[in-house]
């Protein structure tokens, strides 16, 4: 049999921060939800909720516009008929793509909302009255501070806290993790979730939520979007568009006096039409970000909500963008949490060899972490396989807090091992002598940062095993890439500087915080923020709880306190802190994709220019078929095939907004190179192509 | 192009980049109060302004006191330029009897409308002129009203700039300076030692200064001609320092005696970009990072590169149905070559072209030759500097905050792309800084586009008010065709970018024009000031960020061609339909033979 010592968590593909398989993902396509996402675009053309999305809402007074003007068209008999609806409707198409976008997203969180709201069942809960007496009410019924009485069986009916007993609780509804979790009264796992199923034992709660304001009933709210507020960048991106689409409209309306005045000096043509004229505002506005922009917002809430974690707000998410310095406990964060034995160093003239077997035989009976690594180590190592012990030629000795230490007498051997005073006391006792190698020993594992266990057998000391924390497999690779992102990691613990330093040098941390305590953590919070910085952290403790508070993104783990949770802005329902790692990331991943949709917006113009201005002036200034360098076939087609590669462009980046761009944790610099290369000069170019194709297919089908 | 040409304008480009980082030290010890070789001499003139005006220097304002400070100012000056203007007939140092019964014949009237617009002209720093020097204004309205608004309009853009600088300087402050204090040392320990020294040289040249009635003389042919005099130099070397660009003659730096040779030419060009490139350093030292200074210097010269290249080739290469014809068009040892059509013979083409390009980018406005008579592409260049917003140098203190402006967008816009909230200079760029860059953005453009669109189709009744015996607006122009349209479009752009050089070739002299232009000045000058300092009272208010691997590095060459990109998109996109109706058609038409 095989074990494997160290990584609870193989290292993933290094510079790909973000895991592909999630629990809560769905795919991108779904039947269901693209069905409510096409029926929600036709509700969504109601002008007074398009009125939130002013580019959006220009499009539809564009298209509202050419549509009474076919009316026209169809009483004269005009020649443009036929252009003119097909103008209108791709209008209507780009509306309804925008709006499809949207709606696409919000069907993703409000699928998710439905499963969580089945399991929201009015369960019956047992309230203790007054002289221990419970009577059954319906869980709607509980107010915060009544108690109620929970066993194996029942659901949970509020939120609370476990104020007597212990018991396994199943919490799969919030988490999606079918193992039972334990909940108990006192201490950092006394908070209970509404909703979720005790498994055995008895408990005794404290309701600490009214309800429809229970953990559930926020969730659900918060995955369906009832509750969304534009985050402060995408309202300041709201009046960038808005403000280009101002600009824009002014370009385009005085160029009806300004071709007016060219068709009277050239003499020849005319004023171009309303269609034209719309049609080029709404290729110049910017509808791809314009369509797109809530999406984005929702999907990158969404893609948390994949990730396990449940954000507060968007603002949130936004921010943990904007982070700078990530807290980072170390236990169970950067290490895995136990002590492993790493090295065995044998003393005067004993073997490596004779030292691993005493160090394994003694370890035989240890069930602790550190025992087991003890008996692992000797077999990777030493290739000592585990040997079945029978009690009658074995008398195990177990750990005491007195003699701290454990081991086994077999026949005359008597194997100890325990803390390095200890040992030397042993041996003494047995009549031997300590050589001092021993205490030089243990105290260069001390300064190392680890802890020495010294091994003896009977009155010969034989050497000391090196227990050190292990630092969790993947975890320098991913803390290298979050420096290389511009964020330093700060790790936080309760060990000593000795130790602290020790482990965070292994682990590549930038900085740490020794002897920890929770004010020091808020103190750090507080210096680093004046500083200009902003701070991430995890926490799950009642006494974490204005460290959250303070924290610009608090991470706050499912398992922890209510006071924990309601403190910090987003909550793990995983409960891994390591977690934060990937929520900065899809912070950041979200604002790039805002930021790279709106240039590639805004580059597309400079194309739509060079199809559209030509085909206007076409009657007016022959010459300026000069600037149709894409070679369409004629001004209709040119402008059917501006505006239908302008509708196209929103169905065609859905995917991208509601997925994110690719996100890699790289430096400032190289981001912006990169991004710009491909949404900034790829939009400038994209278009051509685009359009050049769309007008032969437009020609090619006789429509213009 | 020659390399005579080409030469030239190296060495100028390399002169106001050696002059940048001396210029912007000098300025930023001043703003921040510190003591200069100069204030021996000139902080007792500095404490008596202080003391005469009543203004507490150590006092700070808060933006919207600095922004109510810099109105109040600016109204009380127009109502002192206006009524100067009006009074004139009525004031001393007025030899040739403007606006009297004794007025000569060729006089043109100070109408209100006339007064008002040049009052709007000279407060707003644009200088645009509507009347013609030698033969409408007074000495004294030259000098008190129009030189004094030379050093104070420009003052006020450097005040503003600083007060800029300082909301990015700042952290969690709320005030952003004192604009009196401001203003006070702009004027005197800058503008004044920097004008005497310029004037004193001007005048060694042979720039004329005195208050001599004009000369009669007498000519080869024996006809009497009439030669204008006046307090040139003095006004002169602030024009150009100050990037006001209004001159004293109509023919401004194309006379003899405003700008005499290629020396002087040489000069003022330098003058120009001075103060401007200068600030660039000023506002990198005071943010703490002089590399963010030489990233907006960079752009700008890039732009600026651009531009005078794109314009000294057109010239060069000349018309080509002229060349059909056999003329010589090719530059030889003999003969300039190219398009010497309305270009001073002693400047010839590099100089012209690097001067239209320097005045059109520094909305200054001073001219040495008729942009009117350009190539089409050759004229398309200074339209677009003005309508890129005067940022490529730009006016003194204007042109930094308008590529301030633009940063402000560039950052916004492509910094989301590095994952994090857009910052610059450690402050983020939230909503408020967006709504008051587009706010900027949008005043200027609507009313170049608005005020062009009017123009070019509204029609008056014949000799009535508005627009005199012209009747449609389009009755000014000089030409027809496209070229009429960008004669139209050039001055409101050059009018809503305090540029105020004039593309001419239109008689802009009726109300109708007076007031929309003088509107698309105060606009041009105001709805962006106001906004600008808003938006350092907010940043002023903002923390400072810690810059880590993670910030959108701001001056290396990657922000530079991103900056350049904004400028040069933005304008684009705004102004290419108007540009494809003017130049650019007109370019092509031309190509076919055909001109206007």
Not at chain 1, 233 to 242: C, G, P, R, S, V
Not at chain 2, 53 to 72: D, F, K, M, P
Not at chain 2, 178 to 202: E, K, M
Not at chain 2, 463 to 487: C, I
Request: hydrophobic letters at 50%; one cysteine or more; glycine letters at 10%.
């Amino acid at each position: 049999m095989h074990t494997q010592t160290a990584p609870v968590r193989a290292a993933s593909d290094p510079t790909d921060l973000l895991p592909k398989k999630l629990a809560h993902s769905r795919p991108l396509w779904d039947r269901e939800i693209l069905q409510r996402a096409i029926r929600e675009s036709f509700v969504k053309l109601n002008p007074v909720q398009l009125l939130k999305n002013p580019v959006i809402f220009v499009v539809e007074v564009g298209a509202v516009i050419t549509t009474l003007l076919l009316i026209q068209d169809f009483s004269r008999g005009s020649a443009d008929a036929g252009f003119n609806v097909q103008i209108s409707l791709w209008l209507w198409f780009t509306v309804l793509f925008a709006n499809f976008a949207e709606a696409m997203a919000e069907a993703r969180g409000k699928a998710q909302a439905d499963t969580l709201r089945k399991t929201k069942t009015d369960s019956m809960a047992k309230r203790v009255i007054s002289g221990g007496r419970t009577e059954k009410v319906s869980a709607s019924q509980l107010r915060a501070g009544d108690f109620v009485i929970c066993e194996a069986g029942d659901i949970i009916p509020g939120d609370g806290e476990v104020v007597e007993g212990i018991a396994t609780v199943d919490e799969s509804v919030i988490t999606g993790e079918s193992a039972p979790v334990i909940r108990e009264s006192g201490g950092d796992r006394s908070a209970v979730t509404g909703g979720t199923r005790v498994l055995s034992d008895e408990i005794k709660i404290k309701i600490t939520s009214n309800p429809g304001e229970t953990f559930l009933d926020r969730m659900i709210a918060l995955v369906e979007g009832a509750e969304r507020q534009k985050t402060p960048n995408e309202i300041a991106l709201n009046i960038l568009i808005a403000g280009l689409t101002l600009i824009f409209l002014l370009a385009v309306v005085t160029l009806q006096p300004f071709s007016q005045y060219a068709a009277a000096s050239a003499g020849s043509g005319a004023v171009p039409s309303v269609a034209v004229l719309v049609s080029l505002l709404v290729c110049l506005i910017p509808t791809t970000i314009g369509g797109l922009l809530s999406a984005i917002g929702i999907a990158g809430m969404d893609r948390v909500m994949q990730h396990n974690v449940l954000a507060m707000s968007g603002k949130a998410v936004e921010a943990s963008g904007d982070v700078n310095t990530l807290l980072l406990d170390k236990t169970g964060t950067i290490t895995i949490g136990n002590r492993q034995a790493v090295e065995l160093l044998p003393i005067g003239g004993v073997t490596e060899q004779e030292l691993a077997e005493a160090a394994q035989l003694s370890s035989l009976a240890d069930e602790t972490p550190e025992g087991r690594s003890v008996v692992v180590l000797a077999k990777q190592k030493y290739g000592l396989r585990g040997r079945e012990l029978s009690h009658h030629e074995a008398h195990f000795i177990p750990f005491s807090a007195y003699t701290r230490m454990s081991g086994v007498d077999i026949n005359s051997d008597h194997l100890r091992k325990g803390a390095a005073d200890s040992i030397a006391q042993f041996v003494k006792e047995n009549g031997g002598t300590v050589p001092p190698e021993l205490r030089e020993i243990t105290e260069r594992i001390s300064r190392q940062g680890g802890t020495p266990l010294a091994v003896a057998n009977g009155r010969r000391a034989l050497g000391v095993i090196h227990l050190k924390d292990v630092v969790k497999g993947g975890m320098k690779e991913r803390l290298a890439q979050l420096r290389r992102m511009g964020i330093q990691t700060v790790m936080i613990t309760g060990d000593n500087p000795l130790t602290a330093a020790a482990i965070a040098a292994e682990a590549g941390v930038d900085n740490f915080l020794a002897q920890a305590s929770p004010a020091d953590k808020l103190n750090y919070i507080k210096k680093e923020q004046a500083e200009g910085r902003l701070v991430a952290m995890t926490g799950d403790g009642t006494n974490d709880a204005p460290a959250l508070a303070q924290a610009d993104v608090g991470l706050a783990m499912n398992t922890g306190t209510m006071a924990a949770k309601e403190a910090g802005n987003m909550v793990d329902l995983d409960s891994n802190p390591t977690k934060l790692i990937e929520v900065v990331a899809i912070g950041k991943q979200l604002l790039i994709t805002r930021g790279a949709l709106t240039t590639f917006s805004i580059a597309n113009d400079v194309a739509k220019y060079f199809a559209i201005i030509p085909a206007m002036f076409m009657a007016t200034y022959p010459a300026l078929g000069a600037l149709n360098i894409m070679g369409l076939h004629n001004p209709k087609s040119a402008v059917l095939a501006a505006v239908i590669f302008n509708a196209l462009i929103i169905i065609a980046l859905v995917p991208l907004a509601l997925r994110g761009v690719k996100y890699r944790p790289e430096g400032a610099g190289t981001l912006l190179r990169r991004n710009l290369l491909i949404y900034g000069l790829g939009g400038l170019i994209a278009p051509f192509p685009g359009i050049w194709v769309i007008d032969r297919v437009v020609h090619v089908l006789g429509l213009a | 192009m020659t390399g005579n040409g080409l030469f030239q304008i190296l060495i100028y480009l390399v002169m106001i980049v050696a002059l940048a980082k001396p210029m912007g030290v000098f300025m930023g010890r001043v703003f921040a109060g510190e003591r200069t070789f100069l204030h021996p001499l000139l902080r007792p003139l500095e404490r008596l302004c202080y003391a005469l005006a009543g203004v507490r220097e150590e006092a700070e304002q808060r933006w919207t006191q600095y922004a109510g400070s810099v109105l109040s100012f600016s109204f009380f000056s127009f109502l002192f330029v206006y009524a100067l203007q009006r009074l004139q007939g009525m004031l001393p140092l007025n030899p040739a009897a403007f606006s009297t019964h004794r007025a000569p014949a060729n006089a043109t009237a100070m109408t209100p409308d006339l007064a008002f617009n040049t009052a709007v002209s000279f407060v707003t720093n644009t200088n645009w002129q509507s009347y013609v020097g030698e033969t409408t204004l007074s000495y004294l309205v030259q000098m008190a009203a129009l030189t004094v608004q030379n050093f104070a309009s420009a003052a006020a853009g450097v005040a503003i700039a600083i007060a800029l600088i300082r909301g990015f300087a700042r952290q969690q402050a709320s005030s952003i300076g004192n604009f009196w204090v401001d203003l006070t040392r702009a004027v005197v320990y800058i503008f004044l030692p920097l004008s005497l020294a310029g004037a004193l040289f001007l005048c060694s040249q042979g720039v004329i200064q005195n208050l001599a009635p004009y000369t009669q003389a007498t000519t080869l042919e024996g006809k009497t001609q009439v030669i204008a005099q006046g307090p040139v130099a003095s006004q002169e070397a602030i024009k150009m320092i100050g990037t006001n660009g209004g001159g004293f003659f109509n023919a401004n730096s194309a006379h003899p005696f405003e700008n005499p040779t290629p020396l002087t030419n040489f000069v003022q060009m330098l003058m120009i970009f001075l103060i401007p490139a200068g600030l660039t350093y000023t506002f990198g030292r005071m943010v703490g990072d002089t590399r963010q200074g030489w990233a907006l210097l960079a752009a700008m010269s890039v732009l600026f590169l651009c531009g005078v290249l794109i314009v000294y080739a057109a010239e060069q290469s000349g018309n080509p149905n002229l060349s059909k014809i056999g003329v010589l068009s090719a530059a030889s040892d003999t003969q300039p070559g190219g398009n010497m059509e309305g270009k001073e013979v002693r400047f010839g083409i590099a100089a012209t072209a690097l001067f239209a390009t320097i005045t059109t980018a520094a909305s200054c406005g001073a001219v040495i030759g008729m942009h009117d008579s350009f190539t089409p592409i050759g004229g398309m260049v200074p339209l677009f500097n003005m309508q890129s917003g005067e940022v490529i140098f730009g006016g003194t203190g204007a042109g930094l905050y308008g590529m301030l402006l633009f940063a402000i967008l560039a950052v916004f816009i492509a910094g989301l792309m590095v994952g994090r909230t857009p910052e610059y200079l450690g402050k983020k760029i939230e909503a408020k800084e967006v709504k008051m860059a587009m706010l900027a953005l949008i005043a200027t453009s609507s009313v170049i586009l608005l005020f062009t669109g009017a123009s070019s189709v509204i029609s008056f009744a014949k000799d009535s008010h508005w627009n005199g015996s012209y009747g449609a607006a389009t009755g000014n122009l000089n030409n027809g065709g496209p070229h009429g349209f960008a004669e139209i479009l050039y001055a409101y752009s050059s009018g809503a970018g305090n540029n105020g050089s004039a593309f001419a070739g239109i008689s802009a002299n009726t109300p109708w024009y007076n007031l929309t232009i003088g509107l698309s000045m105060l606009v041009g000058r105001f709805l962006i000031i106001i906004p600008m300092l808003a938006a350092a009272g907010s940043l002023a208010a903002k923390k400072k960020l810690a810059v880590t691997t993670g910030t959108l590095p701001t001056h290396g060459p990657l922000f530079v061609t991103l900056l350049i990109g904004t400028v040069i998109i933005v304008g684009a996109l705004t102004f290419f339909p108007a540009l494809s109706l003017s130049p650019i058609v007109e370019h092509f038409l031309m190509l076919e033979g055909r001109l206007f």
